[in-house]
């Protein structure tokens, strides 16, 4: 279950050197960003029977189909219409934030940020910073 912001460290976590490292028959469910899988190494891993399967609200490239309505148009994006045609695939749109609770903790969330940076807490010092330390 990937869980984690799309950063420059965690771009692709799911990718082809991953593969090898994987459990054969494991399910990949990604509800956070897209960028998080390499798209193709998602198709090779399902077509070579690493992933069992996978559940997704997000896909890597989806800024040009999601949200849009593509009923009268043809999908043209090979990965896609891959990910789509496969019946290991659980492709859904990405709703998480269309809820009352969602929408409150996501306000609550910033205003408490806006409230810890005007208080002078910036870089590690603000709780809810995204740096890793060095190594």
Not at 41 to 69: K, T
């Amino acid at each position: 279950f990937l869980m984690m912001p799309l950063l420059p460290q965690t771009k692709h976590t799911i990718n082809m050197d991953m593969l090898g490292k994987l459990k054969k028959g494991v399910i990949i469910v990604n509800t956070a960003r897209g960028g998080l899988v390499d798209t193709k190494a998602l198709i090779s891993g399902l077509q070579r029977g690493i992933i069992g399967g996978c559940g997704i609200d997000v896909f890597e490239n989806e800024a040009e189909y999601f949200f849009q309505d593509w009923s009268a148009k043809n999908i043209t994006d090979p990965e896609l219409t891959a990910l789509l045609g496969n019946n290991k695939v659980v492709l859904t749109a990405h709703q998480a934030f269309f809820t009352k609770e969602a929408i409150d903790k996501i306000v609550g969330t910033t205003l408490g940020n806006l409230c810890e940076w005007k208080a002078g807490k910036k870089g590690t010092e603000h709780p809810n910073n995204c740096i890793f330390p060095p190594k």
